[in-house]
């Protein structure tokens, strides 16, 4: 089995409802969700004037392979009305693999750890509250947020 942890964003819609969904559709389709973080509401992020977003972050166990994993996330996107014409743009949900175990992968479709994991605000402070000792290189989850400008990040009730 392996640990996954997973972003979860929307601004289209039922923002917390397409977390919720998505969650459960993953769980159904060998993703087992252990943990997930509560919702955050934060700033659109990117170049493309848009709604703002909830975020939220899962811990999850898998039998399935890091591909069929993304396969996973992919279809279950679909399924939920996703629909990619704007890169960075507004979207009904969004499921990024952050980490799966340890594993380092670079492939054309898969890069892991997700690139931009260090960057990322509005995933760090929603991965520190379920997974504030998980290690990214060197560094510790809440170290690396320790850096970060998060005031556009608040969490819901």
């Known amino acids: 089995m392996a640990r996954v942890t997973l972003s979860l ?22 993703a087992r969700i252990l943990t997930r973080s509560a919702d955050y509401r934060t ?10 977003f909830v975020n939220a972050c899962a811990v999850a166990e898998t039998e399935l392979a890091p591909h069929d994993l993304l396969a996973l ?20 949900i969004d499921v990024d693999i952050l980490t799966y175990d340890d594993l380092e992968v670079n492939t054309p479709s898969l890069t892991l750890p997700h ?6 605000a509005f995933v760090l402070v929603p991965l520190a509250e379920i997974a504030p000792d998980l290690q ?12 970060l400008n998060c005031s556009d990040i608040t969490k819901l009730a």
Request: charged letters at 30%; aromatic letters at 6%; glycine letters at 12%.
């Open 9 to 30: 964003g929307s601004n289209l819609g039922d923002k917390r409802g397409n977390i919720a969904k998505v969650l459960s559709a993953l769980d159904a389709g060998g």
């Open 43 to 52: 700033e659109p992020w990117g170049p493309v004037a848009q709604d703002w």
């Open 73 to 92: 996330c992919l279809r279950v996107e679909q399924e939920l009305g996703r629909v990619r014409e704007v890169k960075w743009g507004p979207r009904v």
């Open 115 to 120: 690139p931009y994991l260090a960057e990322r």
């Open 136 to 147: 990214l290189g060197r560094k510790m989850i809440a170290d690396i947020l320790a850096d």
